[in-house]
Structure formats: C-alpha cells, structure tokens
C-alpha cells in the first residue's frame, strides 16, 4: 500500500484549547465548560455544538472527495476548526478509518486515470439534517452534497458528476463534555456514491423467480468493443436522459419516492419513469404480474419499481435487447448490476450522456448525476453487469 501524508481532516480538527472562543456565521459562541472540569449532568447539543458537528462532517466528506482529485490536495486557505473550541474531534479510531479510507480513494484514483478518468477539482457541502441526543451519546443526519469536475482526457467528457448521499454520525462526549465522532454510516438504500467504499446495499427481488422468469445475459466490461449503434425510431431517447437530468436529486412529486424507510430503493422507479417520458406505454393489469409495467402517484406494478422484476418484464415483451458489452450502451440505454454476483440484481441505472466511448449513467439511491460507466467498472470490479438496449 502507498504511504499516504496525515489526513487533512485530521489536521483540520486539532484541538486549539477548550477556553477558546469560537465564532460561528458572526454569533460569539463560548465554550459551555472549563477544560478538566467533570460535568455531571449529561451535556446538552446547543446551536454551536451542532455547527461544529455540521463542520466537522463537512471536513470529513471534503477529504474523501479530494482524495479523488488529480493534483494537490486537502488545501484550503482557511482550516475548518479555525475559530473553533476543542470540544468536537475525530476519536483516535475513527482518525484511523478516515486516513485508510482516504488511502483506499487515492488508489481508486489511480485506478479511474489508467481507465482514462481523472477529476480536476470537487465541491462538498454537508447539510445537518437532524440531531438526536441520548444521555452522552448524539446521532446526526446529514446530508452530503458533491460536485466532481471531469478533466478533459478525450476532451468530450460531461462536464461534470455529482451525488448526494445520506449519513448517520455518532458522536459521544466524555466526563468532559468534549464530544467526539465515533462513527459514520451510510443510510442511504443502495451505496453507490462515488466516494464510497462500503459494499453497496442488495435489495433483492420482492417475488420468487422461478425456471419460467427470463434471464438476462451478463454482458462483459472490457473496453473498445465493437460498436452497436441505436438504429431505432420508436422512443424518444433524448426525452429519457432529460427526464432523469432533471429529476437526478429533485423527485418528481407525480411518483412515490422509494427512497430511504426500509422502502428497498427507489433506482428502478426512477429508471421506469425515465423511460415512460420517452414513450415507454403502460401495460395495465395485476401488480405481481411481471409481464405487466404501469406507475403512477396511486399504484405501480412489481415491474416498474424491483429491480429484478423490470428486467423480466423488460425481456419477455421484447423492449429492449441484451448489449454484450457494457461500453456498447447508449443514450436511453439501462445498466443493471449484481453486486454480489449471486444471480439476483440488485441496482438499475439509465445513460443520459456517452463520450469517447464512454457511457454516463444517472440512478437514484444514491442519487447520481452522469457517473461514468469506466468509474462503475473500477470501483466494483467483481459486479455482474448487464445492459439492456432499449
């Protein structure tokens, strides 16, 4: 393994003295004990503590995403604990997680620029969704907002990639008061962030498949296959990317969302309402019927929003086609991957963007904007893939 300088989210949360005053958005904060001093009631999660929280989550998920980057990095001009108390730090072994996981990002880095990826620059915000404290232990939700700039390698790349996703961290404070962060987990159903490391979530079929449902073949991921162009005329494909550009982070209120509460997922709803702005027909009937495709607000068939079950449908009424290699996908194309190869599917995906060669694929859960196929392929390495032409 490649030896890797101090984190700067390590760096960034040095504890500049418990008597200090901090400042947060122009309001004096001062520090609610004195350092050594044992607290005997449970500490309370005041407006400052939470901002600390909040800053120091956007510390954290600052570095994973540079740790992409090409170049230099972890520079800021201005340190996030600047100003701060040192009442908020990193435990020793969560320090420890954050260099291993920073260290495991440069390697995917180096393996995205041998596939011909490479990112020149990010942009993280963390928003602190909700704080709950229970005696000396709180838990945060957050969410991460991150922008990736593509660097021009063939000089037609997307602009840019980006995601959200949901956090849980657990912070504990010590006889002190002081808090620190304990742990972080994601929340969100499926674990596709592009700065994630964690294996993603299986969300498996809602019904049994059985000999009679249709298999898809699993297409291969090496690069430069031969082209397969989109000779047809009956959708409208352009449509279907504009939809999910659209939609990628803002849901559209006419669709349950799936999302998150143990719902399973929302990727394949997603896709299916993607392909229905391009002409993709309802087929009206039973809901547990694969044969059968329909959603709205009120109701959706089993094939519309499982994973699994709109690739049978999608197969038995011969929309789409099996693609061979996943580089052959186009615009209005779907991906779909099997995380943990145990013939089930597990995640659903549509292009919205191809370059160089290269397709881009837009999803929910997490919610992503044109990741590249390349960047799919290499941090998953051991997924089956399978692309449908539709």
Not at 82 to 100: H, I, N, P, Q, Y
Not at 196 to 224: E, F, G, H, I, Q
Not at 226 to 240: E, R, W
Not at 312 to 340: C, H, I, P
């Amino acid at each position: 393994m490649k030896s890797r300088k101090l984190s700067a989210t390590r760096r960034r949360v040095a504890i500049l003295g418990a008597a200090a005053t901090s400042v947060v958005a122009g309001v004096a904060l001062l520090p609610n004990w004195s350092a050594g001093a044992a607290v005997v009631d449970d500490p309370k999660v005041d407006a400052r503590t939470k901002a600390t929280f909040q800053r120091l989550a956007d510390a954290v998920f600052t570095d994973r995403t540079d740790a992409l980057v090409a170049g230099k990095q972890g520079d800021r001009k201005k340190p996030l604990t600047d100003g701060f108390s040192g009442d908020v730090k990193l435990s020793s072994g969560t320090a420890r997680t954050e260099d291993a996981a920073l260290s495991a990002l440069g390697d995917r880095k180096d393996k995205l620029a041998k596939a011909g990826e490479k990112y020149s620059r990010a942009s993280t915000t963390v928003t602190l969704n909700a704080t709950r404290v229970t005696g000396r232990t709180a838990k945060a939700a957050v969410t991460e907002s991150t922008t990736l700039t593509y660097q021009k390698v063939s000089g037609d790349e997307p602009k840019s990639t980006g995601f959200e996703a949901q956090h849980e961290l657990t912070f504990k404070a010590d006889q002190q008061g002081n808090w620190q962060l304990t742990d972080i987990r994601d929340t969100d159903q499926g674990g596709l962030a592009v700065n994630a490391l964690t294996k993603p979530t299986s969300v498996k079929a809602a019904t049994t498949a059985d000999d009679t449902m249709p298999n898809a073949a699993r297409a291969a991921t090496t690069r430069n296959p031969v082209a397969v162009p989109k000779t047809g005329t009956a959708f409208d494909y352009k449509a279907m990317a504009t939809y999910a550009e659209k939609y990628w982070n803002v849901y559209n209120k006419d669709y349950p969302d799936y999302n998150g509460h143990g719902a399973g997922g929302d990727c394949t709803n997603f896709v299916s309402q993607s392909l229905k702005a391009g002409g993709w027909k309802h087929v009206p009937g039973y809901v547990y019927d694969y044969t059968k495709w329909f959603g709205n607000a009120d109701i959706q068939s089993d094939s519309f929003v499982g994973v699994n079950e709109w690739s049978w449908f999608a197969q038995n009424s011969k929309r789409t086609t099996a693609l061979a290699n996943v580089y052959q996908l186009e615009v209005g194309d779907v991906l779909q991957m099997d995380f943990d190869r145990d013939g089930s599917k597990d995640h659903t995906m549509i292009v919205t963007a191809k370059s160089g060669g290269v397709p881009y694929v837009t999803y929910h859960s997490n919610n992503t904007l044109r990741r590249s196929v390349a960047s799919l392929v290499s941090s998953y390495p051991t997924a089956y893939f399978y692309a449908y032409r539709t």
